[in-house]
């Protein structure tokens, strides 16, 4: 079956510093991704995405990288910040499938002081 | 722009009762609204997809007779869970497309729904 993301994962880091989070797809045909921000007891963030003809896309502050090969996608953020704070879904989705998103198990990041 | 909002925040409910989620898009005129259910420390789980005017489509092993989305107008989605037990205690987040942006989901703020 079609599965996005890995196992959730904690990744700590020092304020100030650069923080990149995970994502592994297994669908090929997928042609959309996007990055989301859930803070706890919200709705889902968008923070950044990137279609599949593109292997970079930056925002402020963030940027994401796609592999197609290895069908891995990345999120850096840079100078990271307490309001980071939060857990941090990949989502995958594509045209023949009316953009229905398919989301990873998601990473929680935890900023540092 | 497009701001979605649901309705209520959180319900706590008896077991056997039934309970309605509104979704609403306060500026806009949402094409699609999907309905997504998420447990404690688990990712968000597509239920099914409603267009205005017509019969949802729900996931594999959603049970649409359980889970009712009715989707009146372009603007309005709601989400019954019939006969609701312990077990369908969750976060439920809504989500909508505008017309000629598909690709695009924007989201609401999720409701709390915890059944006693």
């Known amino acids: 079956g079609e599965s996005v993301g890995l196992h959730l994962p904690t990744l700590s880091v020092q304020e100030g510093d650069n923080s990149i989070i995970n994502c592994a797809y297994s669908n090929s045909a997928s042609d959309y991704f996007i990055w989301y921000k859930q803070e706890s007891g919200k709705g889902p963030q968008f923070i950044i995405d990137i279609r599949s003809n593109m292997d970079k896309r930056q925002g402020q502050r963030v940027t994401v990288l796609l592999n197609k090969t290895v069908k891995h996608l990345s999120l850096q953020i840079a100078a990271t910040q307490p309001g980071d704070s939060a857990v941090y879904f990949c989502a995958e989705s594509r045209m023949d499938s009316s953009y229905k998103l398919i989301f990873g198990s998601g990473t929680r990041l935890l900023v540092r002081p | 722009g497009a701001v979605v909002s649901q309705h209520p925040s959180w319900v706590i409910c008896k077991s056997g009762t039934s309970v309605k989620i509104e979704c609403r898009s306060l500026d806009f005129q949402a094409t699609t609204m999907f309905w997504y259910r998420q447990f404690p420390k688990q990712s968000l789980m597509l239920m099914a997809t409603s267009n205005e005017g017509s019969k949802a489509t729900y996931e594999q092993g959603v049970e649409k007779d359980k889970f009712l989305i009715n989707h009146a107008s372009l603007t309005l989605s709601t989400l019954t869970v019939t006969s609701a037990h312990p077990e369908d205690s969750s976060f439920y987040i809504c989500?909508?497309?505008?017309?000629?942006?598909?690709?695009?989901?924007?989201f609401g703020p999720g409701t709390r729904l915890t059944v006693l």
């Open positions: 989500s909508a497309t505008v017309q000629g942006a598909i690709d695009e989901q924007f």
